[in-house]
T-cell receptor
Framework: DAKTTQPTSMDCAEGRAANLPCNHS???????VYWYRQIHSQGPQYIIH???NNETNEMASLIITEDRKSSTLILPHATLRDTAVYYC????????????FGTGTRLKVLA | GAGVSQTPSNKVTEKGKYVELRCDPI?????LYWYRQSLGQGPEFLIYFQGTGAADDSGLPNDRFFAVRPEGSVSTLKIQRTERGDSAVYLCASTRGGQRTDTQYFGPGTRLTVL
């Protein structure tokens, strides 16, 4: 199962874009990349997912490199409420489709 | 509609006791997952149900852990002879059908503390 690597922590100024990188160099061709975030004492919250193409929704944008070995989650205008642990997850592509979580990036948005 | 709910939100027990943790998935979701999250770590997969059957229980750490989903909806995670190392947040997630592109929706978790 593919593993992901993320920086342990990042800071971002309020109102600025937060760019969270993720390395998944062992990803296979049919494995999706998912991003979730976890605010203290809550369950993980879905943000976005993608396979090959860049994706955008009301929460964020996901940029996946052409070789699919890495991706970046972009929060375009970070707010204090975006302070959380962000997980980049590669999903097992068959059978259970379970998630393999890493340790995530702790993002702190600064006023 | 309502999201995934888990009860209790907190459970404190003594070493050696038996505990049950409950998960109510989103209505109509046929696939259900249990994960365990230790302090400072990401969630780790425990078991997966498709309908009433446990399709994959490879993440259960040992035979003290067991889970059921008798009617294909509510699931109960059961831990016998609890140990201090079982202390963690136990998360439940559900999806529509366990398909490749189905998104997992998580509950708030149950924080288990074994004294």
């Amino acid at each position: 199962d593919a593993k992901t690597t993320q920086p342990t922590s990042m800071d971002c100024a309020e109102g600025r874009a937060a760019n969270l990188p993720c390395n998944h160099s062992t990803i296979s061709g049919n494995e999706y990349v998912y991003w979730y975030r976890q605010i203290h004492s809550q369950g993980p919250q879905y943000i976005i997912h993608g396979l090959k193409n860049n994706e955008t929704n009301e929460m964020a944008s996901l940029i996946i490199t052409e070789d699919r070995k890495s991706s970046t989650l972009i929060l375009p205008h970070a707010t204090l409420r975006d302070t959380a642990v962000y997980y980049c997850i590669v999903r097992v592509p068959s059978g259970t489709y379970k998630y393999i979580f890493g340790t995530g990036t702790r993002l702190k948005v600064l006023a | 509609g309502a999201g995934v709910s888990q009860t209790p939100s907190n459970k404190v027990t003594e070493k050696g006791k038996y505990v049950e943790l409950r998960c109510d998935p989103i209505s109509g979701h046929t696939a259900l997952y249990w994960y365990r999250q230790s302090l400072g770590q990401g969630p780790e997969f425990l078991i997966y149900f498709q309908g009433t059957g446990a399709a994959d229980d490879s993440g259960l750490p040992n035979d003290r852990f067991f889970a059921v989903r008798p009617e294909g909806s509510v699931s109960t995670l059961k831990i016998q002879r609890t140990e201090r190392g079982d202390s963690a947040v136990y998360l439940c997630a559900s999806t529509r059908g366990g398909q490749r592109t189905d998104t997992q929706y998580f509950g708030p978790g149950t924080r288990l503390t074994v004294l």
